[in-house]
T-cell receptor, first 114, second 113 residues
Framework: EAGVTQFPSHSVIEKGQTVTLRCDPISGHDNLYWYRRVMGKEIKFLLHFVKESKQDESGMPNNRFLAERTGGTYSTLKVQPAELEDSGVYFC????????????FGPGTRLLVL | QKEVEQNSGPLSVPEGAIASLNCTYSDRGSQSFFWYRQYSGKSPELIMSIYSNGDKEDGRFTAQLNKASQYVSLLIRDSQPSDSATYLCAGWYSGGGADGLTFGKGTHLIIQP
């Protein structure tokens, strides 16, 4: 069974540009989560999808971040325009059920905003 | 504010010894806890999950949860050099608020051959 995949693995962009990150969850997992780890800090929750619906986006930093999951399969996270403080590692995770069910993480996308 | 605290280390343990990793949490509403292992540049990988007070054993790993004292620990017996990694403690809280896991910063474990 394929795990959670993320694309790209690395992205270097300039301040003010737009970047779109993609996550493909484990097949059959309705729940998809986005997290971010800024250097020196802990991994922080951004948002949670159940199928195509945003269940909780309380962790999204501001309106420069837009997440979508059209069709309830893969998800994208767009940052527009990117700022220096957006640099970090963006992780995606998926689970079959929500709540206390195990979340399986992808390898992350390392974003550097210059 | 839900918080999970871990000593960042590094924690150095000789090969074959028991490695003890600890984690405390601030919210009594937390219901379940997870230990993830993360090698440098890789994805967090689940080691153990624990929901009830007491111990849970899986091979060389034992997770311990004490809800009264609000701490979680992970014991690794017969430590191997391949156990060297960062161990992340995460809690999940029910009852509203953020759906995601709340992570600690992680403890860097080094197993010395």
């Amino acid at each position: 069974e394929a795990g959670v995949t993320q694309f790209p693995s690395h992205s270097v962009i300039e301040k003010g540009q737009t970047v779109t990150l993609r996550c493909d969850p484990i097949s059959g997992h309705d729940n998809l989560y986005w997290y971010r780890r800024v250097m020196g800090k802990e991994i922080k929750f951004l948002l949670h999808f159940v199928k195509e619906s945003k269940q909780d986006e309380s962790g999204m930093p501001n309106n420069r971040f837009l997440a979508e999951r059209t069709g309830g399969t893969y998800s994208t996270l767009k940052v527009q325009p990117a700022e220096l403080e957006d640099s970090g590692v963006y992780f995606c995770a998926s689970s079959h059920g929500s709540g206390f069910e195990t979340q399986y993480f992808g390898p992350g996308t390392r974003l550097l905003v210059l | 504010q839900k918080e999970v605290e871990q000593n960042s280390g590094p924690l150095s343990v000789p090969e074959g010894a028991i490695a003890s990793l600890n984690c405390t949490y601030s919210d009594r509403g937390s219901q379940s806890f997870f230990w993830y292992r993360q090698y440098s540049g890789k994805s967090p990988e689940l080691i153990m999950s624990i929901y009830s007070n007491g111990d849970k054993e899986d091979g060389r790993f034992t997770a311990q949860l004490n809800k009264a004292s609000q701490y979680v620990s992970l014991l690794i017996r017969d430590s191997q050099p391949s156990d060297s990694a960062t161990y992340l403690c995460a809690g999940w809280y029910s009852g509203g608020g953020a759906d995601g896991l709340t992570f600690g910063k992680g403890t860097h474990l080094i197993i010395q051959p």
